[in-house]
T-cell receptor
Framework: SAVISQKPSRDICQRGTSLTIQCQVD?????MFWYRQQPGQSLTLIAT?????????ESGFVIDKFPISRPNLTFSTLTVSNMSPEDSSIYLC???????????FGSGTRLTVV | SQQGEEDPQALSIQEGENATMNCSYK?????LQWYRQNSGRGLVHLIL?????REKHSGRLRVTLDTSKKSSSLLITASRAADTASYFC????????????FGKGTKLTVNP
């Protein structure tokens, strides 16, 4: 299965600023997924990132707030823009090697906005 | 949005006992997966069961799937303190999107 390196593992940020989270995969994958996990909650899909095309955002998430880059088949970034305390969450990236395979997740970025 | 519900929301047992967690979902699925999360870290894939399968085993894990009831269960036998974690079911609804929709999770505590 794939191995994902996600950075940073945690950060404390001031409101109004932006944070960029990186995910590096050790193999080429078509789709990468970005999830948010609010405190004590389950995971909610933010967007699907395909190489060479615009990311596909889920309802309630917009590109201006969560811009995503996918420059190649092994790397993606998620930016949390103009942060507010409500953005305090764990953000996770994930990939799936093939249909009907389990997904691999990064170790998560714990973001606190003060 | 969440695909469904897991119950119980929290479960506390003694080491050596079995733990059973249930998951219900709303739409037809391609497969259903179970994940473990330790202390808010990354998720670890445990087991995947396809829509045409009814039961699957992996070590101390047993998963069942009832597509007529849109439900699944995860059984952990002979639990250990190291099994303490949150467990999530997730459904792949197919259609080529390959995205997972997660349930709310069960927080399992195994007391030594």
């Amino acid at each position: 299965s794939a191995v994902i390196s996600q950075k940073p593992s945690r950060d404390i940020c001031q409101r109004g600023t932006s944070l960029t989270i990186q995910c590096q995969v050790d193999s080429q994958v078509t789709m990468m997924f970005w999830y948010r996990q609010q405190p004590g909650q389950s995971l909610t899909l933010i967007a699907t990132a395909n190489q060479g095309s615009e990311a596909t955002y889920e309802s309630g998430f917009v590109i201006d707030k969560f811009p995503i880059s996918r420059p190649n088949l092994t790397f993606s970034t998620l930016t949390v823009s103009n942060m507010s305390p409500e953005d305090s969450s764990i953000y996770l990236c994930s990939v799936v090697p093939a249909v009907n395979y389990g997904y691999t997740f990064g170790s998560g970025t714990r973001l606190t906005v003060v | 949005s969440q695909q469904g519900e897991e119950d119980p929301q929290a479960l506390s047992i003694q080491e050596g006992e079995n733990a059973t967690m249930n998951c219900s979902y709303k739409t037809s699925i391609n497969n259903l997966q179970w994940y473990r999360q330790n202390s808010g870290r990354g998720l670890v894939h445990l087991i995947l069961i396809r829509s045409n399968e009814r039961e699957k085993h992996s070590g101390r894990l047993r998963v069942t799937l009832d597509t007529s009831k849109k439900s699944s269960s995860l059984l952990i036998t002979a639990s250990r303190a190291a099994d303490t974690a949150s467990y999530f079911c997730a459904t792949d609804v197919g259609g080529g999107s390959e995205k997972l929709v997660f349930g709310k999770g069960t927080k399992l505590t195994v007391n030594p």
